[in-house]
């Protein structure tokens, strides 16, 4: 079993940056691919990135290609997404999720694990 734990969310203004983290706990952390996912009030949850355990191959919705970074940190089992340019329409709760196969999946289906959610808000 895995619990993950998300942070860095909060208020910002639209061009800002913020740094989510995910911090893992227990089975191995390169057992997993990871993902990040978002939803906003009223909407489904959409694929944000991931990143494939294997070889750190990262994927992007085209919604965040070129302003979003997802990364990992082995040695603390943690993973990151920096977001950069913040838009009023980037405004969900983030959630960091695992996929025990080597998918880099955008479906969230494929994710067995999910952390509780991270709010960010950007204003306008």
């Known amino acids: 079993q895995v619990q993950l734990v998300e942070s860095g969310g909060g208020l910002v203004q639209t061009g800002d940056s913020l740094r989510l983290t995910c911090a893992v706990f227990g089975r191995t952390f390169n057992d997993y691919s990871w993902g990040w996912f978002r939803q906003a009030p009223g909407k489904e949850r959409e694929f944000v990135a991931a990143?494939?355990?294997?070889?750190?191959?990262?994927f992007y919705s085209d919604f965040v290609q070129g302003r979003f970074t997802i990364s990992r940190n082995i040695a603390k089992t943690t993973v990151f997404l920096q977001m950069n340019s913040l838009k009023p329409e980037d405004t969900a709760v983030y959630y960091c999720?695992?996929?025990?196969?080597?998918?880099?999946?955008?479906?969230?289906?494929?994710?067995?694990?999910w952390g509780q959610g991270t709010q960010v808000t950007v204003s306008s």
């Open positions: 990143i494939r355990r294997s070889d750190d191959t990262t």
């Open positions: 999720a695992a996929d025990l196969f080597d998918h880099g999946s955008s479906d969230y289906r494929d994710y067995e694990h």
